[in-house]
Nanobody
Framework: QVQLIESGGGLVQPGDSLRLSCAAS????????MGWFRRSPGKGREFVAA????????SYADSVKGRFTISRDIAQNTLYLQMTSLKPEDTAIYYC??????????????????WGQGTQVTVSS
């Protein structure tokens, strides 16, 4: 089992930056890939980014490429999502997720069995 707890959400203005964190606990992480999805009002859960825990290989949705950066701190068992140049359309609940396996990193939520509770990000002036 893997337990995931997100933090760092909040209300920001367009153009601002925000960093989300996901504290992970459970069994060894070397065989895991982890990622972030988001759910906007009236929409399904959307892939944002993913990373392999051991090698740090990453994958991003086109909508966030160049603005968001996914990373992990192996010593702290923590996943991050650094978000810059935020837009109102980035407003969503952001979920941390994990799966056993490496590349290719899937973008379907069906491939990820472990989920956090989510943290709200609101981008508004």
């Amino acid at each position: 089992q893997v337990q995931l707890i997100e933090s760092g959400g909040g209300l920001v203005q367009p153009g601002d930056s925000l960093r989300l964190s996901c504290a992970a606990s459970g069994r060894t992480f070397s065989s895991l890939s982890m990622g972030w999805f988001r759910r906007s009002p009236g929409k399904g859960r959307e892939f944002v980014a993913a990373i392999t825990w051991s090698s740090g290989t990453t994958s991003y949705a086109d909508s966030v490429k160049g603005r968001f950066t996914i990373s992990r701190d192996i010593a702290q068992n923590t996943l991050y999502l650094q978000m810059t140049s935020l837009k109102p359309e980035d407003t969503a609940i952001y979920y941390c997720t994990a799966r056993r396996g490496w590349v290719p990193l899937p973008s379907s939520e069906l491939e990820y069995p472990y989920w956090g509770q989510g943290t709200q990000v609101t981008v508004s002036s």
